[in-house]
């Protein structure tokens, strides 16, 4: 099975969605040098929402994908804010602001019936989830514009179960990729695997295609997961450096650093596990921390710290997600570097 079959592009190249860090100009960019391009709607308000999918469409013809969260959002739970907000109470006097100050940000919204109404009027080719998958009904009505659906496993269990839910094709996550973690059936993070561990066990548990995520930065890498069997690959980091991304100047220069060797998992920036480079609050409160409230209500408390830090130049209190190889990130442009990781491919 190739890419072609999959979702109609010349490479087997999907950028992945990255929510903060780009918008409809990367997605276009690779979707016009012959990949997938990806465009994260978690964060995005319906406004928003519709100006970029309507970018995309003026501005490409070709495949592109719109990427959705499928969490079920939490109650707010006072007594676990308020520990939280404790735990953070030094950084907020050494940084002389008020604990009680709020600041607003990017909210992570599952998809639902309002999103799907918006998105349906684009009629995207492809639409991915992260997190499992919506309500059947959702499903259903993304199925009838005639989209690929595809999902991030982290585990074999959670690629059975999307096959036996429907889906096109199937992301298998691995262990090294950037961001939040898509794990769905448990939240244990020892189940986790690497991708070219967790690829080929996938590859022969499911009949449908598999996308391989994780670790994967140069032409070298996307060979690699294509002979264990995938019929694509999905790469993040690499792009994060690109002009097309809106990578803030702290997390680039992050990038550029060899702090970027380090990468840990944490919940401490959303309240859910996702890989990105080892910061001061990491390294301090231990990346871990279960005092962070349940995801996405840990961003809250950390706004103003992060707003403060960076004003300064600082990234100790940023989300600074990267995976475990930031070789391939450089500062050329995403259509640049989508044609050289399909190098040599025939």
């Known amino acids: 099975m190739t890419c072609a079959t999959v979702f109609?592009?010349?490479?087997?190249?999907?950028?992945?969605?990255?929510?903060?860090?780009?918008?409809?100009?990367?997605?276009i960019a690779v979707c016009e040098a012959g990949g997938l391009g990806s465009l994260p709607c978690a964060t995005l308000p319906p406004d928003a929402l519709r100006e970029e999918l309507a970018a995309i469409r003026a501005r490409t013809r070709g495949a592109f994908n719109v990427?959705?969260?499928?969490?079920?959002?939490?109650?707010?739970?006072?007594?676990?804010?308020?520990a939280w907000r404790e735990r953070l109470a030094p950084y907020y006097?050494?940084?002389?602001?008020?604990?009680?100050?709020t600041a607003g940000g990017p909210s992570r919204q599952p998809f639902d019936a309002a999103s799907c109404e918006i998105?349906?009027?684009?009629?995207?080719?492809?639409?991915?989830?992260?997190?499992?998958?919506?309500?059947?009904?959702?499903?259903?009505?993304?199925?009838?514009?005639?989209?690929?659906?595809?999902?991030s496993a982290t585990t074999v269990e959670e690629a059975r179960w999307l096959e036996a839910h429907g889906v096109d094709a199937i992301?298998?996550?691995g262990l090294e990729a950037g961001g939040h973690r898509g794990h769905f059936l448990s939240d244990d993070l020892s189940l986790q695997a690497g991708t070219f561990a967790l690829l080929p066990q996938i590859v022969r548990a499911v009949r449908v295609p598999v996308i391989a995520a994780g670790g994967i930065a140069d032409a070298r890498g996307v060979a690699a997961a294509l002979a264990l069997g995938a019929a694509a690959v999905q790469v993040g980091t690499a792009y994060l450096l690109c002009p097309e991304a809106t990578t803030g100047a702290v997390h680039r220069a992050?990038?550029?650093?060899?702090?970027?060797?380090?990468t840990a998992l944490t919940r401490l920036f959303s309240g859910r596990a996702a890989?990105?480079?080892?910061?001061?609050?990491?390294?301090?409160?231990?990346?871990?921390?279960?005092?962070a409230p349940a995801f996405p209500l840990a961003s809250a408390a950390l706004a103003?710290?992060?707003?403060?830090?960076?004003?300064?130049?600082?990234?100790?209190?940023?989300p600074l997600w990267a995976g475990q190889n930031a070789s391939g990130c450089r500062a050329i442009a995403a259509a640049e570097l989508t044609r050289q990781l399909a190098q040599g491919l025939a």
């Open 171 to 173: 992301i298998a996550q």
């Open 8 to 27: 109609d592009t010349e490479l087997p190249i999907v950028q992945a969605p990255m929510a903060g860090v780009q918008g409809s100009a990367l997605a």
């Open 93 to 101: 006097r050494e940084a002389g602001l008020d604990a009680d100050a």
């Open 67 to 82: 990427n959705f969260f499928c969490h079920v959002p939490p109650e707010p739970d006072a007594r676990r804010e308020a």
């Open 275 to 291: 890989r990105g480079i080892v910061n001061r609050l990491m390294r301090e409160l231990g990346p871990l921390d279960a005092a």
């Open 254 to 262: 992050a990038l550029c650093s060899d702090a970027a060797r380090h």
């Open 119 to 151: 998105v349906e009027a684009f009629r995207p080719p492809v639409v991915s989830f992260h997190f499992g998958l919506p309500a059947p009904d959702l499903l259903a009505r993304v199925r009838g514009w005639g989209a690929k659906i595809l999902s």
């Open 304 to 318: 103003p710290l992060r707003m403060h830090a960076e004003a300064h130049g600082s990234g100790d209190f940023s």
